[in-house]
C-alpha cells in the first residue's frame, strides 16, 4: 500500500510540470474609456493598462505556440484580433481626448494657469 502511494506520488510529480507547462492564461481586456474631464494620471493609467494587456498577450500567445496543441492558431489568431482591437482603440480615444482639449482651449472653455 505504501510504495503503490509512493509511486503515485512520484509519477504525479513527474506530470504536473509537464501540465503546468502546457496551461496558458489568456489575458483580460482593460475597459478602454475616458471622462471627458480625465487627468494625465487617469491616461497614463489606461495607457499602462493597454500597454499590460498587450505584453500579456505576447505572452499568451507565445505559451500557445510552445503547446502546439490544435486549437492554438485559432486562439493565437483571436487574441491578436483583440490585442489590435485595443490598441485602435486606446489610440483613437486618446486622439480624440486631445483634439476636445485643443478645441476647449481655443473656444476659452478650458482654464489655463500660468505661473
Do not use: H
Request: aromatic share 6%; glycine share 4%; with cysteine.
Amino acid at each position: 500500500m505504501i510504495r503503490e502511494l509512493g509511486l503515485a506520488v512520484v509519477f504525479a510529480s513527474i506530470a504536473l510540470p509537464s501540465l503546468a507547462a502546457a496551461r496558458c492564461d489568456q489575458p483580460y481586456a482593460p475597459d478602454v474609456r475616458l471622462a471627458p474631464n480625465a487627468t494625465k494620471e487617469q491616461i497614463a493609467t489606461l495607457r499602462d493598462d493597454v500597454q499590460t494587456f498587450i505584453a500579456a498577450s505576447d505572452i499568451y500567445q507565445a505559451c500557445l505556440q510552445k503547446t502546439a496543441s490544435a486549437g492554438a492558431p485559432a486562439l493565437v489568431a483571436a487574441n491578436q484580433k483583440e490585442k489590435e482591437r485595443i490598441g485602435k482603440l486606446f489610440n483613437a480615444l486618446l486622439s480624440s481626448f486631445k483634439q476636445a482639449n485643443v478645441q476647449a482651449a481655443n473656444s476659452g472653455n478650458l482654464e489655463l494657469v500660468s505661473r
